[in-house]
């Protein structure tokens, strides 16, 4: 006889719904992510983009320049590819056939591995992702508030310090940060996936507009053997943490509502093609075109190197800081769910708006405090996408997958899968190495607080 999956007023199915106790529900319900489940297949789609389109986005014409354009253009597309079939591995195993919901990407890890395994192979790599991306953002906004001063103050122009540049930036995120769930922060997600396209479109269409550059060099930037390798290495971590998006997706899909006849799974899977779509459209030419014009003479973010007109590029700059306000909160989100489920759940604290306002205000200035002390922009990129981006984007799914679902031995998935994961491995072990070095060379004549 067939089993009886129970299914709640709302339609919904998860088979632990109806047993949790009142406080337990409340507790959820107050909780970022799982305290919505109303969102449309477009919030999926605009979550993602602006997860996904990000500060890498501006890096990766610095880094063709580093991998040249054959290694270039493989592992900008061969990424694409890993990155798509991973991404939607976690939308298929986001529920099981019971309807059994994993809101969180370590709970997935949990189904996997068991509960405490599970936990530990998630969480950190998990956290450092979605912290290190943060800070990575505090550095690009204020790197692009202070380049959109500097384009249209008049002569004569006092220089002002990244450092208070990047406290400005910071300062919408203390205001932002109340906000509870994916849902509440709607409208600024879909404002910065349209900002994100915008800015993209504005680097590579005036990359074009101003064509090859005189004297144009196409060859490796380091003069010796061993600091073309590493400039490589720290590369490929550019390019991994351009694709960054698979740490909030089981999030995202949270938000989404789930029925027998329509899991969340559809929903969700189309919002992700229309991110990849976009994602194709904004990477390809910004990557190539911007080296195209520039060659190995780029500057580690392209919106630096274009200096005019001046009104366009500081118009791009501003578009750069609305999509990584939105897209910062959309990292944050699930860090806040973490802070806060261990403050009210293991520590027993009582929720509250001030447990809420003063954890999160907590994290904003750690995040921005980092971003002050490090604002080492490529270095960063290269660093965390190889150390954590890697493993949690290109190879993770995949092993979960394959304890998961149990592909037969030498089938297409099986070969697939472990594709993906050697390839992602390769990026963990040589990617941080190189983004470190980059870090380690500028801290030399680095001025903290500058």
Known sequence: MDSIVPVNE???????????????????DWLPIPSARTAKWWYSAFHNITAI??????????????LGWGPGITVLVLSWIVTLYSLWQMVEMHETDRGKRFDRYHELGQHA???????WIVIPMQLVVQVGVDIVYMVTGGQSLKKFHELLCHEPCKDIKLSYFIMIFASAHFALSQLPSFNSISGISLAAAVMSVSYSTIAWGASVHKGVQ?????????HTAVGRVFNFFSSLGTV????????????????????????????????????????????????????????????ENILITLQKPKWLIAMANMFVVVHLIGSYQVYALPVYDFIETGLV????????????????????????????????????????????????????????????????????SWFTNWFCISFGVILTVVAPVGGLRQIIIKAKTYKFYQ
């Open 10 to 28: 709302d339609n919904s199915y998860y088979e632990d719904e109806n047993d949790r106790d009142a406080k337990q529900k409340a507790i959820d």
């Open 53 to 66: 389109v990000g500060a890498g986005v501006l890096g990766l014409p610095y880094a063709m320049s580093e």
């Open 113 to 119: 591995f068991g509960e405490k395994l599970g936990l």
């Open 214 to 222: 005189p004297n144009v060099q196409y060859g490796y930037r380091s």
């Open 240 to 299: 991994a943490f351009a694709y960054s998006g698979h740490n909030v997706v089981m999030e995202i899909q949270a938000s989404m509502p789930s029925t027998q006849d329509k899991p969340s799974k559809v929903p969700m899977l189309r919002g992700v093609i229309v991110a990849y779509i976009v994602v194709a459209i904004c990477y390809i030419p910004v990557g190539m075109i911007g080296y195209w014009a520039f060659g190995n003479s780029m500057e």
């Open 345 to 412: 759940k293991k520590l027993k604290f009582r929720k509250s708006w001030y447990l809420r306002f003063i954890s999160r205000n907590t994290y904003v200035a750690f995040t921005m405090f980092m971003a002050i002390t490090f604002p080492f922009f490529n270095g960063l990129l290269g660093f965390f996408g190889g150390f954590a981006l890697a493993p949690t984007t290109y190879y993770l799914p995949c092993i979960i997958w394959i304890v998961v679902k149990k592909p037969r031995r030498f089938s297409l």
